[in-house]
């Protein structure tokens, strides 16, 4: 299943990805690095459904916006901190969407990561 997320648009990494770039094995992450991966894909998920209309996805706030800051703001820290170029980033974010397409753990992350939305500050 191909799982395009809408904000990837905003780092501009929907462009194929490089073999290397497909077969490097995944960094270390801190934790912190690693949430930011998982709500990041999370809200990206969650704002794609909302916008469709999904029911189990509009019972949360609405994450379009403040989700899409939070996005870019992730992705930006975590290019800076771990050293990783946009092609990294997007081959972590499209795994962890992979990981939570499923509804039951997309849903499941979420309270989490609206803490984390909410912690941010934005």
Do not use: W
Not at 20 to 36: F, G, I, N, S, V
Not at 84 to 112: C, I, Q
């Amino acid at each position: 299943m191909n799982i395009r997320l809408p904000l990837l648009a905003a780092l501009g990494a929907l462009t194929p990805l490089s073999a290397a770039a497909q077969d490097a094995p995944p960094p270390a992450l801190t934790l912190e690095q690693r949430t930011m991966i998982h709500c990041s894909a999370a809200f990206a998920l969650v704002a794609n459904r909302q916008q469709g209309g999904e029911q189990e996805a509009l019972a949360f706030p609405a994450v379009g916006e403040r989700g899409r800051e939070y996005f870019v703001r992730a992705m930006a820290s975590l290019m800076d901190s771990a050293g990783l170029d946009r092609a990294a980033v997007a081959a972590l974010l499209d795994a962890e969407a992979r990981n939570l397409a499923d509804s039951k753990a997309l849903y499941k992350a979420m309270p989490g990561c609206l803490l984390a939305l909410d912690a941010s500050g934005l």
